[in-house]
């Protein structure tokens, strides 16, 4: 059994979020919110959003103990890419990524 949560279209680049994925991925639910709380990057304020959805998801749609519950996925997938032009030198026209993020947390029950 395992609750998931997703929030999409995050206006934060992939790479930027896997860093901090990677820090809670196997821990348990309340030492990856501490790390998340205490962890100086945005990526860990949108992370740790999706991981109290998802906690209270396992909680109330899937009868889990939360004292068992440990993530079991976390990740930060490329969403669409915003394109935008900016001016150089010569009439020039540079392209600027303004790159998305589809976060996801998957929490199981440790046996």
Do not use: C
């Amino acid at each position: 059994m395992e609750a998931r949560a997703i929030a999409k279209y995050i206006r934060i680049a992939p790479r930027k979020v896997n860093l901090v994925a990677a820090e809670i991925r196997g821990k348990n639910v309340d030492e990856a919110l501490a790390i998340l709380k205490f962890t100086p990057k945005r990526g860990a304020k949108e992370l740790e959003k999706v991981l109290n959805s998802a906690i209270a998801n396992a909680e109330n749609n899937f009868d889990m103990d939360r004292e068992k519950l440990y993530v079991y996925e976390a990740y930060g997938n490329q969403g669409p890419t915003l394109k935008r032009w900016r001016p150089r030198s010569q009439g020039r026209a540079y392209p600027i990524l303004k790159r998305t993020s589809h976060v996801g947390i998957v929490l199981r029950e440790r046996d």
